[in-house]
C-alpha cells in the first residue's frame, strides 16, 4: 500500500509538471504537421527538381512516347533521355501549361494478347482492373520566330500538379497557368453545325 | 529504207545516251520539276501556316487540341505537298507569297475510354470530327473539308489525334489545292 502510495504520488507529480509539457508539445507537433500538410511548401528556386515523364509528343528531334527525365533547371524546362542530349525549352517562351488526367490500360502488348488469348472472356475481367490513372502535362511555348508549339507529357498521378506548382513557384506567375480538372472524360457528345 | 530508219534509231539512242553522260544530274532534277506540272504548278510553290485547333466550347482538352496542332505540322510535311509548313504565330509568314492558311475546326467530339474499349469492345470510342478550311491571305476559301478521326479497339485515346490528322493530310493531297487566279 505504501509502495502504491510512493509510487502513485510521483506519478501525479509527472502529469501534472512534465506531463503538461509532453501534452503541449504533442500539440504542438500535431498542429505544425497539419499546417504543413494544408500549405503548399515555398519552392526553392536553386534547388533542381526532376520528375520522371513519358514524353508523348511535341519535342522536336525526340521520339514519341519516350521515356525520360523532367528537370527544371534554372530558368530552363530540360527533357533529357538516357544516354542523349537534352530538349531545352526557356521557361519565359512558356505561355500556358495545363495540367489533366487521363486513365489507360497496362501491360501494353504482352498483356493485351494474354487477355486475347484467356478463355470466357476473362481478358474482358482483367481490363476491368489493369488499368491506370496518369496526369498529363501540356506545355505551349513560342519559339524564336514566334511560332507555336505543344508538347504533352505522361506523368504519374499527382506529379503533374507538383510540376505545375514548380513552374509557378520559379516565377511563372507572368504566364498565364490554367489548370484543367484532373477528372476523367466525361461521355457526351457535343455536335454544333 | 529499213536501214535508213536504223540508222536514225541509233542516232537517236546515241544522242540520248550522250546527253545523259554530259549532263548525269540534270535527268533527276528534271522528273523533279516534272511532277509539281502534274499535280497543278503552283501547288509545289504554295506554302501553308497551320493554325491551332478551335475547340468551339466541346470540352476538348487542351492536349487533345495541341497534339492535333502537332500532329498536322507533321503530316503535311510528310505530304510535300507544300513548299513551306509554317506554325501559327510564326513572324515569317508575311514575307512567304502564296500562303494559305488552315483553319481547323472542332464539329462533334464524343470522348472515350481505354478502358471501356477494353472491357466492351463495342463502346468507349474516342470520336473527333472537325471541319478544315484552306484559306487564303484574303479570306477566300480554298478547300473545305470534314473530316473524322476515331480510335475505336487498340490505342489510347490521344491516337485519335494522330489519326485525325492523318486523314486531314490525306484529303489535303488528295484535292487540288493551288490558289485562286489573282486577277492582273
Not at chain 2, 18 to 26: G, L, S, T
Given at each position: 500500500?505504501?509502495?502504491?502510495?510512493?509510487?502513485?504520488?510521483?506519478?501525479?507529480?509527472?502529469?501534472?509538471?512534465?506531463?503538461?509539457?509532453?501534452?503541449?508539445?504533442?500539440?504542438?507537433?500535431?498542429?505544425?504537421?497539419?499546417?504543413?500538410?494544408?500549405?503548399?511548401?515555398?519552392?526553392?528556386?536553386?534547388?533542381?527538381?526532376?520528375?520522371?515523364?513519358?514524353?508523348?509528343?511535341?519535342?522536336?528531334?525526340?521520339?514519341?512516347?519516350?521515356?525520360?527525365?523532367?528537370?527544371?533547371?534554372?530558368?530552363?524546362?530540360?527533357?533529357?533521355?538516357?544516354?542523349?542530349?537534352?530538349?531545352?525549352?526557356?521557361?519565359?517562351?512558356?505561355?500556358?501549361?495545363?495540367?489533366?488526367?487521363?486513365?489507360?490500360?497496362?501491360?501494353?502488348?504482352?498483356?493485351?494478347?494474354?487477355?486475347?488469348?484467356?478463355?470466357?472472356?476473362?481478358?474482358?475481367?482483367?481490363?476491368?482492373?489493369?488499368?491506370?490513372?496518369?496526369?498529363?502535362?501540356?506545355?505551349?511555348?513560342?519559339?524564336?520566330?514566334?511560332?507555336?508549339?505543344?508538347?504533352?507529357?505522361?506523368?504519374?498521378?499527382?506529379?503533374?500538379?507538383?510540376?505545375?506548382?514548380?513552374?509557378?513557384?520559379?516565377?511563372?506567375?507572368?504566364?498565364?497557368?490554367?489548370?484543367?480538372?484532373?477528372?476523367?472524360?466525361?461521355?457526351?457528345?457535343?455536335?454544333?453545325? | 529504207?529499213?536501214?535508213?530508219?536504223?540508222?536514225?534509231?541509233?542516232?537517236?539512242?546515241?544522242?540520248?545516251?550522250?546527253?545523259?553522260?554530259?549532263?548525269?544530274?540534270?535527268?533527276?532534277?528534271?522528273?523533279?520539276?516534272?511532277?509539281?506540272?502534274?499535280?497543278?504548278?503552283?501547288?509545289?510553290?504554295?506554302?501553308?501556316?497551320?493554325?491551332?485547333?478551335?475547340?468551339?466550347?466541346?470540352?476538348?482538352?487542351?492536349?487533345?487540341?495541341?497534339?492535333?496542332?502537332?500532329?498536322?505540322?507533321?503530316?503535311?510535311?510528310?505530304?510535300?505537298?507544300?513548299?513551306?509548313?509554317?506554325r501559327e504565330g510564326d513572324r515569317r509568314a508575311s514575307e512567304i507569297p502564296n500562303l494559305l492558311i488552315l483553319e481547323t475546326t472542332i464539329v462533334k467530339y464524343t470522348p472515350g475510354s481505354e478502358t471501356r474499349r477494353a472491357v466492351t469492345t463495342i463502346s468507349g470510342a474516342t470520336k473527333l470530327t472537325v471541319r478544315s478550311q484552306l484559306v487564303?491571305?484574303?479570306?477566300?476559301?480554298?478547300?473545305?473539308?470534314?473530316?473524322?478521326?476515331?480510335?475505336?479497339?487498340?490505342?489510347?485515346?490521344?491516337?485519335?489525334?494522330?489519326?485525325?490528322?492523318?486523314?486531314?493530310?490525306?484529303?489535303i493531297k488528295k484535292s487540288p489545292c493551288s490558289l485562286p487566279e489573282q486577277p492582273s
Amino acid at each position: 500500500m505504501n509502495g502504491f502510495c510512493v509510487t502513485a504520488s510521483p506519478r501525479r507529480d509527472h502529469f501534472s509538471g512534465r506531463g503538461l509539457i509532453r501534452a503541449w508539445a504533442l500539440l504542438f507537433c500535431c498542429c505544425t504537421y497539419a499546417l504543413a500538410q494544408s500549405a503548399t511548401h515555398p519552392v526553392n528556386a536553386n534547388v533542381p527538381f526532376s520528375v520522371p515523364v513519358t514524353h508523348l509528343l511535341g519535342l522536336e528531334n525526340t521520339k514519341n512516347n519516350c521515356n525520360g527525365t523532367l528537370s527544371i533547371q534554372d530558368s530552363a524546362l530540360l527533357f533529357q533521355q538516357r544516354g542523349k542530349p537534352g530538349a531545352k525549352i526557356e521557361i519565359a517562351s512558356v505561355r500556358d501549361v495545363f495540367v489533366g488526367g487521363e486513365s489507360k490500360q497496362v501491360g501494353g502488348l504482352p498483356m493485351k494478347l494474354g487477355k486475347a488469348a484467356a478463355p470466357y472472356g476473362g481478358g474482358r475481367v482483367v481490363s476491368l482492373f489493369a488499368h491506370k490513372k496518369y496526369d498529363t502535362l501540356t506545355v505551349e511555348y513560342a519559339d524564336g520566330d514566334g511560332g507555336i508549339h505543344g508538347i504533352v507529357f505522361q506523368l504519374k498521378k499527382g506529379e503533374g500538379e507538383r510540376v505545375w506548382q514548380e513552374l509557378v513557384g520559379r516565377g511563372v506567375s507572368a504566364v498565364v497557368l490554367e489548370k484543367q480538372p484532373t477528372k476523367a472524360t466525361v461521355e457526351v457528345t457535343h455536335a454544333s453545325k | 529504207m529499213q536501214a535508213s530508219k536504223r540508222n536514225l534509231s541509233i542516232c537517236f539512242a546515241t544522242a540520248i545516251v550522250a546527253i545523259a553522260i554530259a549532263f548525269p544530274d540534270r535527268l533527276p532534277a528534271q522528273t523533279d520539276a516534272a511532277a509539281p506540272t502534274r499535280a497543278g504548278s503552283s501547288a509545289a510553290q504554295v506554302s501553308v501556316q497551320v493554325e491551332r485547333v478551335n475547340p468551339s466550347d466541346l470540352g476538348l482538352a487542351p492536349s487533345f487540341q495541341l497534339a492535333i496542332y502537332e500532329s498536322l505540322l507533321q503530316e503535311l510535311n510528310k505530304t510535300k505537298r507544300f513548299h513551306q509548313v509554317l506554325r501559327e504565330g510564326d513572324r515569317r509568314a508575311s514575307e512567304i507569297p502564296n500562303l494559305l492558311i488552315l483553319e481547323t475546326t472542332i464539329v462533334k467530339y464524343t470522348p472515350g475510354s481505354e478502358t471501356r474499349r477494353a472491357v466492351t469492345t463495342i463502346s468507349g470510342a474516342t470520336k473527333l470530327t472537325v471541319r478544315s478550311q484552306l484559306v487564303t491571305a484574303d479570306g477566300k476559301v480554298v478547300l473545305d473539308r470534314t473530316v473524322n478521326g476515331n480510335v475505336r479497339f487498340f490505342g489510347s485515346n490521344l491516337r485519335a489525334t494522330h489519326n485525325l490528322a492523318k486523314n486531314i493530310a490525306k484529303a489535303i493531297k488528295k484535292s487540288p489545292c493551288s490558289l485562286p487566279e489573282q486577277p492582273s
